[in-house]
């Protein structure tokens, strides 16, 4: 099984994840200590940066008791021109138990498995999908609302570029949760012109998450002076005073502060749940390791 977008899992496989995942949200902060992955190798291939997603899922692999393993894309033979193909089946070829792709291109975590023998995990394609960012904020509203059902999470920004976004669009309404889309109208997509504006889609949030300006994927500059963004689509506090009493922040990082996001917003301890969500992501991914490795 490898797990490549939010449509190829269950119903009933994403409960388990969510459950298993609380469950090692918890294993973790108490430290005891599990290997039910001992001596399991775990290959991570990033060819895009990352903090977050990488580090993530190798804590996880650790914490499980299996080794990750590195490959740094920037000074592998990926720079003297090796394919992609080439590149998958040398490592499928070391026999591993998983392996994790990051990738620019949307698909290449399919077309990867579909030249290895053991499961991939898709750890974000292009502007397609980011499955395990979803699950693990889904985690992170659970572990927060001890509830998804109902919930109105309001989803801010570029959305054109995220599949952070398009991942949660598609999980969070599979678990009960209603969904807004909102942005700047040059960072949306076509189909998606017609959404209401920002202030609108913020109103009575219990969820408001805010995306990342993607300026690597714009091909021409925002041409805003700074701060325009942020008094024009970002999340200020006036804004946030539109979402419902109670409501949380969210951001899968990594932050452009004071672009997409106020400093005092970010770093408020209440209402901020993006620490919360980098821990629950060790955790859900402790939870897909063992879904497609145990
Ligand atoms: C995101 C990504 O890379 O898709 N970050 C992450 O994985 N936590 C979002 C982004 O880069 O803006």
Redesign the pocket.
């Known amino acids: 099984m490898d797990l490549l977008s939010i449509d190829s899992l269950s119903d009933e496989q994403i409960a388990t994840l969510l459950e298993r995942g609380e469950h090692w949200f918890e294993e973790n902060r108490a430290r005891r200590p599990a290997e039910p992955l001992k001596g399991r190798l775990v290959l991570n291939l990033f060819y895009?940066?990352?903090?977050?997603?990488a580090m993530s899922f190798a804590a996880a692999a650790h914490r499980l008791g299996a080794s990750p393993l590195f490959l740094p894309v920037e000074q592998s033979s990926v720079k003297k021109g090796e394919t992609f193909e080439d590149t998958a089946r040398t490592l499928g070829a070391m026999r591993p138990d998983c392996l994790v792709l990051?990738h620019r291109e949307n698909g290449a975590p399919a077309r990867m498995a579909g030249m290895v023998e053991c499961p991939v995990i898709n750890?974000?394609d292009g502007t397609n999908e980011?499955p395990t960012?979803a699950l693990l904020d889904a985690l992170a509203i659970r572990l927060r609302f001890r509830r998804i059902e109902g919930l109105k999470v309001a989803i801010l920004g570029?959305i054109r570029?995220?599949?952070?976004a398009h991942s949660n669009a598609l999980l969070l309404p599979r678990l009960g949760a209603t969904v807004r889309l909102a942005g700047p109208a040059m960072l949306m997509p076509d189909e998606l012109l017609a959404t209401p504006s920002v202030d609108e889609a913020i109103e009575g949030a219990d969820v408001v998450m805010m995306?990342?300006v993607?300026r690597e994927r714009l091909a021409e500059e925002l041409g805003d002076a700074p701060g325009e963004y942020l008094e024009r689509y970002g999340l200020t506090p006036e804004r946030l005073a539109r979402a419902a009493p109670g409501a949380v922040v969210m951001h899968?990082?990594?932050m452009n502060r004071g672009v997409e996001i106020a400093d005092e917003i970010a770093d408020d301890p209440e209402r901020s749940l993006i620490l919360l969500?980098v821990e629950a992501?060790v955790a859900l991914r402790m939870a897909c390791l063992e879904l497609l490795l145990a």
């Open positions: 895009e940066h990352s903090t977050r997603t990051r750890a974000g980011h960012q570029d570029h995220s599949r952070v995306l990342r993607q899968p990082g990594p969500q992501g």
